[in-house]
Nanobody, 123 residues
Framework: VQLQACGGGLVQAGGSLRLSCAAS????????MGWFRQAPGKEREFVAAIKWSAITTYYAESVKGRFTISRDNAKNMVYLRMDSLKPEDTAVYYCAAGVVASSVVSETDFGSWGQGTLVTVSS
């Protein structure tokens, strides 16, 4: 399994970015796709996830209403649209593939991880 994330960069507070993740080596529609992030000196945390049908989505409270996760099953791609960015959104963002069986998303649900893309939000 390979997950290749891209789209990170430097943006001013209030700005927007769209992260993309290309997946290969897996039957994409069988997996829930997720985004996690790790800020400097902090533990990795859940950001958003989307089930195979793209109907069911999950968001961390800190990003609800600002971030939107989507997927294109025909292209094996997952996206994270980030609007109204804040300095506290600064982190390395990771794409992950897994199986979420409950209504609560856990990092342990995800067994495949990408290399991460850095998002820096300046104040």
């Amino acid at each position: 399994v390979q997950l290749q994330a891209c789209g990170g960069g430097l943006v001013q507070a209030g700005g927007s970015l769209r992260l993309s993740c290309a997946a290969s080596g897996l039957t994409f529609i069988r997996y829930t796709m997720g985004w996690f992030r790790q800020a400097p000196g902090k533990e990795r945390e859940f950001v958003a996830a989307i089930k195979w049908s793209a109907i069911t989505t999950y968001y961390a409270e800190s990003v609800k209403g600002r971030f939107t996760i989507s997927r294109d099953n025909a292209k094996n791609m997952v996206y994270l649209r980030m609007d109204s960015l804040k300095p506290e959104d600064t982190a390395v963002y990771y794409c992950a593939a897994g199986v979420v069986a409950s209504s609560v998303v856990s990092e342990t649900d995800f067994g495949s991880w990408g290399q991460g893309t850095l998002v820096t939000v300046s104040s």
